[in-house]
């Protein structure tokens, strides 16, 4: 035993007798995690939300989070003896006068939009990979509320440094909250504490912004983290990859160094963005003022679908009792954003009510071997999509030299024409690829070899697959539509006949696949 | 020495040191408050308004009539004054090339000397505001840059955007990029308001706070790139394009590199 190895035991030792921590740790530092490049995905996210922090905490040093009214004697000349908010003027200075703190802040606000990108793109994974399903229901709700949270934290901290753009925002959340019927006025005024823009709003979104949201999100982090834990993680199908084992690397050491390195990767890509791209240049801006507005005012990436959604709203208004329905506001801002995320919360249960399987799953689908369901995620990419290019409609009018009432027009039709068309066409590319694995399975690889044959015919020799592939190309398992009746044993008519009709039809719609190739079907060729 | 402190004390001494200060001070204040433009004579202003006449009817009356009255796809020119004329000929976008939404800023088809003709002929049919001359454009000498940036956030930002970079309007038109516009131009546009943009009054934004809101774009025109890369000063739009190509293209490309090194 060296001295290094000596000394290393005596201090495990130490802390072992102290905490108990040896059981728990060889247990743990041993788990197994399959390896996938898709699963780092919620990897960039959680290590994004760490840079947040970190970032975050530098800003508070010197933010001041007050409406306040201050003139301006900083550095930075052309805003120099304006009024402004002390919020604003604070963030200047972070900007110009704090050493590294325009970096900061860009660092801070790219983090932000990586975080959210990096939470949809991992979204995407799980969803079209079917990696929701039983037993992972929760996590993938508490998945949808960390996305949501993510917005409203998102937006807050846009909303911060008090400058033009910001102020904007505000004022748009503002008409948003009012749209409400009867209560939305009130709702207003309590948030604002008074009429717009008040004194209150800055200094309350900021508690939000820094206390409460920041602990939400740790929670349901960890929570998610554990259950991740708890369940394991989910697998591709392969050769020895079952529903009851998980393949894969030890945490200790594979998973600590890789996990470990892409932390430092993620802050390298950041810090990156935040030294060379200016994000958000408030002193361009200048300071908040109601009877101010620039052209292109726009929100983040990740609102721009909301905004989207508003702009190409037609102007709907109702008059009942004496209150205003904003129809045009309340649709776009609360209804639909609702609706989109109701539905995405409740997707796993949804799914599992309409194939009828309540087993447990821990093998990943190849997203062509669920054709609806990818369908349906390529249809909500294109609503979601089409909104996002209207939010940023007056931009791409300038840019490509299109009229902004040409492209707000092309939206109000793309909305509801482009999410249908994006069903039927993935889910026909979904079947085609079915179609391609079993030819692939059948009749092999081509080669590319041309084989003249004694008689002068040419063919293509093939080449039969490795058993692996034949393994992954395989291994889904294909169930019918669900058999529910209209009537029952008996010949009477089942309650509930409409919905019964409706989970028929979705099942039926459901199962439509390309039968994979069984052993007759590989043995009938081999015949030949 | 001793030449000089007699000359001094001579009695025409103090006469002839005055005609010279009198005269040293005069040719300074003349050579200081010449313009390099000499004033015309009559002769030649009516000469030029001539010269105005002709490109005027063989380039624009096709469209502006033979007598400034407009027609069905242009406007009459009575009263417009010289300034809307030089800023319209001066930025090429008279002679209009295509009448599509908004007629764009080109390479000017005519030299400043038939535009000043031009200019001097549609102003001598009617009244109108007159080209700004240099004195009047010392933006850098009577403007103020702070008061000039809440100006324009006030009044030319809801089209031309935040930092003068243009945007977009209702049905094809567009307030143009603001970057690198000539002073003089800006000028002219302020009081003559081409196209889809009003007119700003002397009473409503006075020349002072227009030579301010000059000085406030030249100062956002010639800012250096403060935090990194612009990417276009249009707001978070390239920003999320940024984020989402290169950002997370990055990044996903480390993940799948990182994921294929365990194989």
């Given at each position: 035993?060296?001295?290094?190895?000596?000394?290393?035991?005596?201090?495990?030792?130490?802390?072992?007798?102290?905490?108990?921590?040896?059981?728990?740790?060889?247990?743990?530092?041993?788990?197994?995690?399959?390896?996938?490049?898709?699963?780092?995905?919620?990897?960039?996210?959680?290590?994004?939300?760490?840079?947040?922090?970190?970032?975050?905490?530098?800003?508070?040093?010197?933010?001041?989070?007050?409406?306040?009214?201050?003139?301006?004697?900083?550095?930075y000349v052309p805003?120099?003896?304006?009024?402004?908010?002390?919020?604003?003027?604070?963030?200047?200075?972070?900007?110009?006068?704090?050493?590294?703190?325009?970096?900061?802040?860009?660092?801070?606000?790219?983090?932000?939009?990586?975080?959210?990108?990096?939470?949809?793109?991992?979204?995407?994974?799980?969803?079209?990979?079917?990696?929701?399903?039983?037993?992972?229901?929760?996590?993938?709700?508490?998945?949808?509320?960390?996305?949501?949270?993510?917005?409203?934290?998102?937006?807050?901290?846009?909303?911060?440094?008090?400058?033009?753009?910001?102020?904007?925002?505000?004022?748009?959340?503002?008409?948003?909250?009012?749209?409400?019927?009867?209560?939305?006025?009130?709702?207003?005024?309590?948030?604002?504490?008074?009429?717009?823009?008040?004194?209150?709003?800055?200094?309350?979104?900021?508690?939000?912004?820094?206390?409460?949201?920041?602990?939400?999100?740790?929670?349901?982090?960890?929570?998610?983290?554990?259950?991740?834990?708890?369940?394991?993680?989910?697998?591709?199908?392969?050769?020895?990859?079952?529903?009851?084992?998980?393949?894969?690397?030890?945490?200790?050491?594979?998973?600590?160094?890789?996990?470990?390195?892409?932390?430092?990767?993620?802050?390298?890509?950041?810090?990156?963005?935040?030294?060379?791209?200016?994000?958000?240049p408030?002193w361009l801006?200048?300071?908040?003022?109601?009877?101010?507005?620039?052209?292109?005012?726009?929100?983040?990436?990740?609102?721009?679908?909301?905004?989207?959604?508003?702009?190409?709203?037609?102007?709907?208004?109702?008059?009942?009792?004496?209150?205003?329905?904003?129809?045009?506001?309340?649709?776009?801002?609360?209804?639909?954003?609702?609706?989109?995320?109701?539905?995405?919360?409740?997707?796993?249960?949804?799914?599992?009510?309409?194939?009828?399987?309540?087993?447990?799953?821990?093998?990943?689908?190849?997203?062509?071997?669920?054709?609806?369901?990818?369908?349906?995620?390529?249809?909500?990419?294109?609503?979601?999509?089409?909104?996002?290019?209207?939010?940023?409609?007056?931009?791409?009018?300038?840019?490509?030299?299109?009229?902004?009432?040409?492209?707000?027009?092309?939206?109000?039709?793309?909305?509801?024409?482009?999410?249908?068309?994006?069903?039927?066409?993935?889910?026909?590319?979904?079947?085609?690829?079915?179609?391609?694995?079993?030819?692939?399975?059948?009749?092999?690889?081509?080669?590319?070899?041309?084989?003249?044959?004694?008689?002068?015919?040419?063919?293509?020799?093939?080449?039969?697959?490795?058993?692996?592939?034949?393994?992954?190309?395989?291994?889904?398992?294909?169930?019918?539509?669900?058999?529910?009746?209209?009537?029952?044993?008996?010949?009477?008519?089942?309650?509930?006949?409409?919905?019964?009709?409706?989970?028929?039809?979705?099942?039926?719609?459901?199962?439509?696949?390309?039968?994979?190739?069984?052993?007759?079907?590989?043995?009938?060729?081999?015949?030949? | 020495?001793?030449?000089?402190?007699?000359?001094?004390?001579?009695?025409?001494?103090?006469?002839?040191?005055?005609?010279?200060?009198?005269?040293?001070?005069?040719?300074?204040?003349?050579?200081?408050?010449?313009?390099?433009?000499?004033?015309?004579?009559?002769?030649?202003?009516?000469?030029?308004?001539?010269?105005?006449?002709?490109?005027?009817?063989?380039?624009?009356?096709?469209?502006?009539?033979?007598?400034?009255?407009?027609?069905?796809?242009?406007?009459?020119?009575?009263?417009?004054?010289?300034?809307?004329?030089?800023?319209?000929?001066?930025?090429?976008?008279?002679?209009?090339?295509?009448?599509?939404?908004?007629?764009?800023?080109?390479?000017?088809?005519?030299?400043?000397?038939?535009?000043?003709?031009?200019?001097?002929?549609?102003?001598?049919?009617?009244?109108?505001?007159?080209?700004?001359?240099?004195?009047?454009?010392?933006?850098?000498?009577?403007?103020?840059?702070?008061?000039?940036?809440?100006?324009?956030?006030?009044?030319?930002?809801?089209?031309?955007?935040?930092a003068?970079?243009?945007?977009?309007?209702?049905?094809?038109?567009?307030?143009?990029?603001?970057?690198?516009?000539?002073?003089?131009?800006?000028?002219?546009?302020?009081?003559?308001?081409?196209?889809?943009?009003?007119?700003?009054?002397?009473?409503?934004?006075?020349?002072?706070?227009?030579?301010?809101?000059?000085?406030?774009?030249k100062a956002a025109e010639n800012e250096p790139q403060l935090?990194?890369?612009a990417?276009?000063r249009?707001?978070?739009?390239?920003?999320?394009?940024?984020?989402?190509?290169?950002?997370?293209?990055?990044?996903?490309?480390?993940?799948?590199?990182?994921?294929?090194?365990?194989?």
């Amino acid at each position: 035993m060296t001295a290094r190895e000596r000394v290393a035991g005596t201090v495990a030792n130490y802390v072992d007798e102290r905490t108990g921590a040896a059981k728990w740790m060889k247990k743990n530092l041993t788990k197994v995690f399959p390896d996938h490049w898709s699963f780092l995905l919620g990897e960039i996210a959680l290590y994004s939300f760490v840079i947040l922090l970190l970032s975050g905490t530098f800003l508070t040093f010197w933010y001041d989070p007050s409406q306040r009214e201050v003139v301006y004697d900083g550095s930075y000349v052309p805003l120099q003896g304006l009024h402004m908010s002390a919020a604003y003027a604070s963030t200047l200075d972070i900007s110009f006068e704090i050493r590294g703190g325009l970096l900061m802040r860009q660092i801070h606000h790219w983090a932000a939009l990586i975080f959210m990108a990096a939470i949809v793109v991992h979204l995407m994974r799980v969803y079209f990979t079917g990696a929701f399903r039983k037993p992972r229901e929760f996590n993938w709700i508490i998945g949808v509320g960390l996305l949501t949270l993510g917005i409203v934290e998102g937006f807050l901290g846009y909303s911060l440094p008090d400058d033009l753009l910001s102020g904007t925002g505000i004022r748009i959340a503002e008409a948003i909250i009012q749209a409400l019927p009867v209560v939305g006025t009130y709702l207003a005024y309590f948030a604002f504490g008074g009429a717009f823009p008040g004194e209150a709003f800055i200094p309350r979104i900021f508690t939000v912004h820094i206390l409460l949201l920041p602990g939400i999100f740790l929670a349901l982090i960890t929570v998610h983290l554990m259950l991740v834990w708890y369940q394991k993680h989910t697998q591709w199908p392969g050769p020895g990859r079952t529903e009851k084992n998980v393949v894969g690397y030890p945490l200790m050491p594979a998973y600590m160094a890789k996990a470990g390195g892409f932390f430092f990767i993620v802050f390298g890509v950041t810090a990156f963005l935040g030294a060379v791209a200016s994000i958000n240049p408030i002193w361009l801006y200048g300071p908040y003022n109601p009877g101010q507005v620039s052209a292109g005012s726009q929100p983040d990436w990740y609102m721009g679908w909301l905004d989207g959604l508003v702009r190409m709203a037609p102007p709907l208004e109702s008059h009942i009792f004496g209150y205003t329905i904003p129809w045009n506001i309340l649709i776009p801002g609360l209804i639909v954003p609702g609706i989109l995320f109701t539905g995405l919360a409740l997707y796993p249960f949804i799914e599992s009510w309409i194939t009828g399987d309540k087993r447990e799953h821990h093998l990943l689908d190849r997203p062509r071997n669920v054709p609806n369901r990818t369908a349906l995620g390529a249809m909500s990419l294109t609503f979601m999509l089409v909104a996002l290019v209207n939010g940023g409609n007056d931009i791409i009018a300038t840019t490509f030299h299109l009229g902004i009432n040409q492209v707000m027009w092309f939206s109000r039709f793309a909305i509801f024409i482009l999410p249908p068309i994006a069903f039927a066409v993935t889910k026909r590319i979904c079947l085609s690829l079915q179609r391609a694995d079993r030819e692939l399975v059948l009749h092999g690889r081509e080669t590319g070899r041309l084989l003249m044959l004694p008689h002068g015919e040419f063919v293509e020799v093939h080449e039969p697959i490795s058993p692996e592939l034949a393994w992954k190309l395989t291994a889904h398992e294909q169930a019918p539509a669900l058999a529910l009746e209209d009537v029952d044993d008996r010949g009477v008519r089942r309650a509930g006949g409409l919905k019964n009709k409706l989970r028929k039809r979705i099942s039926q719609a459901n199962a439509e696949t390309i039968a994979k190739p069984t052993l007759n079907d590989l043995k009938e060729i081999e015949h030949h | 020495m001793r030449k000089l402190s007699k000359l001094r004390r001579s009695a025409f001494a103090s006469p002839l040191l005055l005609v010279v200060a009198l005269f040293a001070i005069g040719t300074t204040f003349s050579v200081a408050s010449a313009t390099d433009k000499t004033e015309l004579s009559v002769d030649q202003r009516s000469a030029q308004i001539a010269e105005g006449k002709q490109i005027f009817l063989k380039g624009c009356s096709s469209c502006h009539g033979l007598n400034l009255e407009g027609s069905a796809i242009a406007p009459s020119l009575i009263g417009v004054g010289a300034a809307s004329v030089d800023f319209q000929v001066g930025t090429g976008r008279m002679p209009v090339a295509d009448l599509s939404q908004q007629i764009a800023r080109k390479k000017p088809v005519y030299n400043e000397e038939q535009t000043a003709a031009l200019a001097a002929y549609v102003a001598s049919t009617a009244p109108g505001p007159a080209i700004p001359n240099d004195s009047m454009l010392n933006y850098e000498r009577d403007g103020n840059t702070a008061e000039g940036g809440t100006l324009f956030r006030t009044n030319c930002a809801m089209c031309h955007n935040f930092a003068g970079q243009g945007g977009a309007l209702t049905q094809g038109k567009y307030a143009p990029t603001l970057m690198g516009v000539e002073p003089k131009y800006i000028y002219e546009a302020m009081i003559t308001g081409p196209q889809a943009m009003p007119v700003f009054a002397n009473k409503t934004v006075t020349p002072a706070e227009k030579l301010s809101i000059i000085k406030w774009i030249k100062a956002a025109e010639n800012e250096p790139q403060l935090g990194g890369a612009a990417l276009g000063r249009v707001g978070p739009v390239t920003e999320g394009l940024l984020v989402w190509t290169l950002g997370l293209g990055l990044l996903i490309g480390v993940a799948v590199w990182l994921a294929t090194k365990a194989r």
